[in-house]
Every structure is written in structure tokens, then in C-alpha cells.
């Protein structure tokens, strides 16, 4: 079965300033998705960015990338110029290619803290 | 505009009261899942279903039920909620193929005391 594990609970950064999300996930599938979703305060699921497995690019969209690292089984997303609007939940989610559900497997999730 | 809706927001009830969250979609989904979030566990699916009259479990069915009647609708029914079940839920729906997106409801927080 997979699994994807969000090791920091909580993170905090400086308005501004750059800060990285670690996600780690554990699969035997070749074919699958990853993304990253913001819960803001109104718990609206927000989808970030998204990673297609057989992709060697990073996906990138506008301050949001991540460092996709299929072998280590890694996926990061790293905000640039952080905006106090960034504050909030993030969870990374994986997704099988093969799967005819479109169920999504979630990590705990990260609280994010920018500080003015 | 395109949504998914979710009611109600915010639900208080008293263990064994049945309950019903409705969950309902505009864009002609054919995926409709249902999905809990509690603290340190990340969202976990409930119940799925690929389209009409086709449910199926998640990863925590227990207590919990669904019907898929009309495509546009899956409701989530708790026949004898629990304290346990005091959570935050979510209905998701998703249009049919590899690339398409889930589109997420805005949550409903349930308290059972």
C-alpha cells in the first residue's frame, strides 16, 4: 500500500524569505501523481502544483516548485517570496496512474507560519 | 461556476441521531469521494463512487454509508454517529480520466457529543 509522510507539523518563515516542505512517500508503482494542496483558514482545498512521476521536470507555477526525486522517493515544495496569503495547511497527496477511483492518499500535513 | 457543495457547513449533534451530509456536484463528475481529516492523520477516504449506482469503500468505511442515485448528487449518511466520527469531512468529484483534477467541497465540520 502507499503511504506519504509530512515529517514537520509545523514550519514558520519570514515574509519574504524562502521556505521548503518536505513530503517523503512509499510506492512500488511507476506510474503515478503527486500534488500539493493549501488548506487556508476557510479549509477550501487548494490545489498547488502537481508532479507527474514519468516527468524528469520540476513543475514550477509562479513561487511554488517542488524537487521532485523519484529514487529517494522525495517531493518538496519550495515558496519563494513568501506572502503572509501563504499562511496555512499544506498537504502532500499521491495519486496511482493505474487507479479507476481517483483516490488520493494524504500526508498529515504542514503548518505554515509567515511572520511579517 | 463550476463547484462542488457541501451541507451543511457546521453540524453539532448528539450520538445516535442520524445524519445526513449532502454533497452535490455541477460539472458532471463521474468520480465522487468522500474523505475525513483529523489532526496528525491527513485526509483519509470514506467512500468512493465511479458513477451511478457504483460505491465503493475507502480506507475508513466503517459507520458510514452512501448512495449515488443521481450523478450530481453523493450523499454521506451516518446512521449512528458516534463520538469518534467527530470530524472534518469533505466530498470531492473528479471528471473521468489520467490528467483531470479532484474539485474539493468547502468541508463540513461535524461534532457528535
Known amino acids: 500500500a502507499q503511504t506519504v509522510t509530512q515529517s514537520q507539523p509545523e514550519m514558520s518563515v519570514q515574509e519574504a524569505e524562502t521556505v521548503t516542505l518536505s513530503c517523503t512517500y512509499d510506492t512500488s508503482e511507476s506510474d503515478y501523481y503527486l500534488f500539493w494542496y493549501k488548506q487556508p483558514p476557510s479549509r477550501q482545498m487548494i490545489l498547488v502544483i502537481r508532479?507527474?512521476?514519468?516527468?524528469?521536470q520540476n513543475a514550477t507555477e509562479n513561487r511554488f516548485s517542488v524537487n521532485f526525486q523519484k529514487a529517494a522517493k522525495s517531493f518538496s515544495l519550495k515558496i519563494s517570496d513568501s506572502q503572509l496569503g501563504d499562511a496555512a495547511m499544506y498537504f502532500c497527496?499521491?495519486?496511482?496512474?493505474?487507479?479507476?477511483?481517483?483516490?488520493?492518499?494524504f500526508g498529515q500535513g504542514t503548518t505554515l507560519q509567515v511572520k511579517p | 461556476e463550476a463547484q462542488v457543495t457541501q451541507n451543511p457547513r457546521y453540524l453539532i449533534t448528539v450520538t445516535g441521531k442520524k445524519l445526513t451530509v449532502t454533497c452535490s456536484q455541477n460539472?458532471?463528475?463521474?468520480?465522487m469521494s468522500w474523505y475525513r481529516q483529523d489532526p496528525g492523520l491527513g485526509l483519509r477516504q470514506i467512500y468512493y463512487?465511479?458513477?451511478?449506482?457504483?460505491?465503493d469503500k475507502g480506507d475508513v468505511p466503517e459507520g458510514y454509508k452512501v448512495s449515488r442515485k443521481e450523478k450530481r448528487n453523493f450523499p454521506l449518511i451516518l446512521e449512528s454517529p458516534s463520538p469518534n466520527q467527530t470530524s472534518l469531512y469533505f466530498c470531492?468529484?473528479?471528471?473521468?480520466?489520467?490528467?483531470?483534477?479532484?474539485?474539493f467541497g468547502q468541508g463540513t465540520r461535524l461534532t457528535v457529543v
Open positions: 463512487s465511479m458513477n451511478v449506482e457504483v460505491t
Open positions: 508532479q507527474e512521476a514519468y516527468k524528469q
Open positions: 497527496a499521491y495519486r496511482s496512474g493505474s487507479s479507476n477511483t481517483g483516490k488520493l492518499i
Open positions: 460539472m458532471n463528475h463521474e468520480y
Open positions: 470531492a468529484s473528479k471528471l473521468r480520466g489520467r490528467v483531470t483534477e479532484a474539485f
